[in-house]
């Protein structure tokens, strides 16, 4: 089956830094493009970074870009996001997602690892 | 950006309902259009990719219908275990993509 568990959130001041992970299982992971999309508490989704396969190729929105910074290790079958600069609106559930095969949506997504900013 | 709007915000229904949640593009986008449920606490499911392609394991009282720039889901007979949000979702710019806002499906 496939699984995806995030973990690193919490809590962090104005302007700080978290690292997230992503450890997947149940698939070959280095064959799939992998995204974190997050989810604000007023339930809105937003995807903030995405990656291919190989780690070559990335992608994100104007709202994180030049703070946030996706990665992925195939040999330990894991995404990361490395986020700095942290402002109060980053506050979010952030998840964990897997783009199918041959179709852009999001297959499967992780249980989500919560994230704060606070002054 | 492409801007997805989705109606109604809630939705009360009753058991054995059917129903029919709208998402309208700002924009054409073909039918690179994809819906998910979210039940309280969990995370988002796919239910619906390109407008209208099931997806194994999803019920098949859900169904998508539309292209360009008007899309419905449609569920055929509610049951207990649909209520919760539903979001839409294009592919048409990715990796630009955008979500709706959501439709709440809940218990009247």
């Known amino acids: 089956d496939v699984k995806l568990v995030e973990s690193g959130g919490g809590l962090v001041k104005l302007g700080g830094s978290l690292k997230l992970s992503c450890a997947a299982s149940?698939?070959?992971?280095?064959?799939?493009?992998m995204s974190w999309v997050r989810q604000t508490p007023e339930k809105r989704l937003e995807l903030v970074a995405a990656i291919n396969s190989n780690g070559g190729s990335t992608y994100y929105p104007d709202t994180v870009k030049g703070r946030f910074t996706i990665s992925r290790d195939n040999a330990k079958n894991t995404l990361y996001l490395q986020m700095s600069s942290l402002k109060s609106e980053d506050t979010a559930l952030y998840y964990c997602a897997k783009r199918g095969m041959t179709f852009y949506a999001m297959d499967y997504w992780g249980q989500g690892t919560s994230v704060t900013v606070s002054s | 950006d492409i801007v997805l709007t989705q109606s109604p915000a809630t939705l009360s229904v009753t058991p054995g309902d059917s129903v029919s949640l709208s998402c309208r593009a700002s924009?054409?986008?073909?039918?690179?259009l994809h819906w998910y449920q979210q039940k309280s606490h969990e995370s988002p499911r796919l239910l619906i990719k390109?407008?209208?392609q099931s997806i194994s394991g999803i019920p098949s009282r859900f169904s998508g219908s539309g292209s360009g720039t008007d899309f419905t889901l449609s569920i055929n007979s509610v049951e207990t275990e649909d209520f919760g949000m539903y979001f839409c979702?294009?592919?048409?710019?990715?990796?630009?993509?955008?979500f709706g806002a959501g439709t709440k499906l809940e218990l009247k």
């Open positions: 149940g698939f070959t992971f280095s064959s799939y493009y």
């Open positions: 924009q054409s986008i073909s039918n690179n």
């Open positions: 390109y407008a209208s």
């Open positions: 979702q294009q592919s048409n710019s990715w990796p630009q993509l955008t």
